[in-house]
Nanobody, 124 residues
C-alpha cells in the first residue's frame, strides 16, 4: 500500500511560481510511475505531468509544457511539480497519483494510488 501526501498549493498571481510536493510512505516509488493530475470545478480530471521513476523520463500535457517541470528525489521518496508562469486557467485541485506497473499513463483510471489533493489558485 502506498500513501501519498501532496503539499505546496496556495494562492498566487498570474506569472508567479509554486512548487508542489508529493511524498510517499508505505513503499518506495522505485519501479512506479508517478503523475500529477488536476481538476477544476465542473471539469474532468486531466493529466498534467508524469515521471517514470526508474529512468526519470518525463511526460507533459501540451498546456503546461515549457512552464511546468516534474522531478523526483530518490532519497526523500518525493516527486515535485515546479510550476512557473502560472496562468488563471491553471487554477484547480492538483492530485498526485502512483501507478505500480512503472509505465506512464495519461489516463487517471490507470493509477492505483491517489493523494488527497492540494488547491492551486491563480489570480489574474
Amino acid at each position: 500500500q502506498v500513501h501519498l501526501v501532496e503539499s505546496g498549493g496556495g494562492l498566487v498571481q498570474a506569472g508567479e511560481s509554486l512548487r508542489l510536493s508529493c511524498a510517499a510512505s508505505g513503499r518506495t516509488f522505485s519501479n512506479y510511475a508517478v503523475g500529477w493530475f488536476r481538476q477544476a470545478p465542473g471539469k474532468e480530471r486531466e493529466f498534467v505531468a508524469a515521471i517514470k521513476w526508474g529512468t526519470g523520463t518525463t511526460y507533459y500535457a501540451d498546456s503546461v509544457k515549457g512552464r511546468f517541470t516534474i522531478s523526483r528525489d530518490n532519497a526523500k521518496n518525493t516527486v515535485y511539480l515546479q510550476m512557473n508562469s502560472l496562468k488563471p486557467e491553471d487554477t484547480a485541485v492538483y492530485y498526485c497519483a502512483a501507478r505500480s506497473t512503472g509505465w506512464v499513463s495519461r489516463s487517471s483510471y490507470e493509477y492505483d494510488y491517489w493523494g488527497q489533493g492540494t488547491q492551486v489558485t491563480v489570480s489574474s
